[in-house]
């Protein structure tokens, strides 16, 4: 077994999908590890959907503007290294194991004093604070695990914060209502902070207004201080007009699809802004701005992996996500028919998702996916059987085999005509990494 596989063990003995929210445990072992979160300014981003496309355009402008950056994100798709990037690269495996080494010893200290050893979210967390220092990096990009005040990533004090869309998702951990899990994501703001934050709803906004003012943080809201002006469908994304906090940004590409990714957008040029000091009267160089939205990528987030039938590759997890998805689909993409491949975990809210997807699939095959938290194919299956009618629904438990079944049902149904037949593959962000690793090349 090779150094890096050794590390991919260990981490994975801490239990990949374990959840314990133990603040004082990750801050024992950033202050035996020297508090390396200190050693640069951090932008920080929470929310229910969105916040890793947007953590992924404020690195990539961030680096248009000439700066050495770290990015944080979960889960990942192929490699944990994906989750700690050093200027928009996933950490090279050499790099993986010297950092572990020089953490794990620490982490074992940690774990000597309770009763529950640190989480692999914890780990990853350390980790990634640690390599940034080390590189080092001008400012990090750290996206939450999950919620915000009680999330490992939050020993870090961020001068600005990134609020997404807030929806119900997560509910066992952080609350039944909007508000309950506002306040929860509210909790990265820290004294002095600049907020950035999405549209949100009333019962969302209440908390991060009641939280700023404790803390002395400024806020600037999309739709008053920043927003999208105009957005047009080009080929292979679409062209936009922002608001910012400094002036009006036209002419920039996002190689991205969907309204969604266009607010995203806005969210991340308003937080580079504030970070770098742009404001009334006082711009981002424009040139600087497109060249970073035109770099910008985000596997999973309505990839395209294959063609005739086209095959793309979605995340939507939760109904406000799917939501974002389908409109995106209805907008972006012709499709005349539209296979989906369904595998969720199952505490999802699932009716939801094929109440979406109803309208917009013409059949749907329901599988599993590799996570011990999979909704069985055959509960799945009737839930869809439910929505959707029994000769709409097709269930298996295997993923290649619900691929394959997909692609030949888009075929059948296309008459030989390729054009405008797709397959979707959706509901978690595990579906699509184990779609993604059967199909991309």
């Given at each position: 077994m090779s150094e890096y596989a050794e590390v991919e063990a260990a981490l994975n003995e801490r239990g990949f999908t374990r959840m314990a929210f133990d603040m004082q445990k990750i801050r024992d072992l950033m202050d035996v590890l020297g508090t390396p979160q200190r050693a640069y300014p951090a932008i920080h981003l929470t929310g229910t959907n969105g916040k890793t496309s947007t953590a992924r355009m404020v690195d990539a402008l961030l680096r248009a503007h000439g700066l050495h950056t770290g990015r944080y994100t979960s889960p990942h798709l192929?490699?944990?290294?994906?989750?700690?990037?050093?200027?928009?690269?996933?950490?090279?495996?050499?790099?993986?194991?010297?950092?572990?080494?020089?953490?794990?010893?620490?982490?074992?200290?940690?774990?000597?004093?309770?009763?529950?050893?640190?989480?692999?979210?914890?780990?990853?967390?350390?980790?990634?604070?640690?390599?940034?220092?080390?590189?080092?990096?001008d400012i990090a990009v750290v996206e939450v695990g999950l919620g915000g005040e009680e999330d490992a990533t939050n020993v870090i004090d961020a001068g600005v914060c990134v609020m997404?869309?807030?929806?119900?998702?997560?509910?066992?951990?952080?609350?039944?209502?909007?508000?309950?899990?506002?306040?929860?994501?509210?909790?990265?703001?820290?004294?002095?902070?600049?907020?950035?934050?999405?549209?949100?709803?009333?019962?969302?906004?209440?908390?991060?207004l009641e939280r700023c003012a404790d803390m002395g943080a400024t806020l600037a809201r999309e739709g008053s201080e920043f927003g999208v002006v105009e957005r047009t469908q080009a080929v292979g994304g679409q062209v936009l007009i922002l608001q910012g906090l400094g002036g009006v940004y036209d002419e920039v590409f996002l190689p991205l699809f969907g309204a969604h990714q266009a607010q995203n957008a806005a969210l991340a040029l308003a937080a580079v802004e504030a970070f770098l000091g742009a404001g009334p009267g006082k711009q981002l160089e424009i040139e600087l701005v497109r060249e970073g939205f035109a770099q910008v990528d985000s596997p999973g987030r309505l990839e395209r992996v294959r063609s005739a039938p086209a095959i793309l590759l979605d995340g939507a997890h939760n109904p406000h996500g799917m939501a974002a998805t389908v409109t995106a689909l209805e907008e972006e993409f012709s499709f005349r028919h539209l296979v989906a491949v369904l595998?969720?975990?199952?505490?999802?809210?699932?009716?939801?998702?094929?109440?979406?997807?109803?309208?917009?699939?013409?059949?749907?095959?329901?599988?599993?996916?590799?996570?011990?938290?999979?909704?069985?194919?055959?509960?799945?299956?009737?839930?869809?059987?439910?929505?959707?009618?029994?000769?709409?629904?097709?269930?298996?438990t295997d993923m290649p085999n619900a691929i394959e079944e997909a692609v030949v049902l888009a075929e059948e149904d296309a008459s030989g005509e390729m054009s405008g037949v797709g397959v979707l593959i959706t509901g978690s962000v595990v579906t699509v990494a184990d779609a993604r690793k059967l199909l991309k090349r």
């Open positions: 192929e490699t944990v290294r994906e989750r700690i990037s050093l200027d928009g690269e996933p950490i090279s495996e050499e790099r993986m194991v010297a950092t572990f080494q020089d953490v794990a010893p620490l982490a074992g200290l940690v774990d000597a004093k309770y009763p529950e050893p640190l989480t692999y979210f914890d780990m990853t967390t350390a980790m990634a604070y640690a390599a940034f220092a080390d590189a080092p990096v997404t869309p807030i929806g119900l998702d997560h509910t066992e951990w952080l609350g039944d209502t909007i508000e309950d899990i506002a306040w929860a994501k509210a909790g990265i703001i820290h004294q002095g902070a600049t907020v950035i934050s999405a549209l949100q709803t009333e019962e969302a906004m209440r908390p991060i595998a969720v975990l199952g505490d999802k809210d699932v009716t939801g998702l094929l109440d979406l997807l109803e309208p917009v699939v013409a059949r749907i095959v329901v599988t599993e996916n590799s996570s011990p938290r999979s909704m069985p194919a055959a509960e799945l299956g009737q839930l869809a059987v439910n929505v959707f009618g029994e000769d709409r629904v097709t269930v298996t």
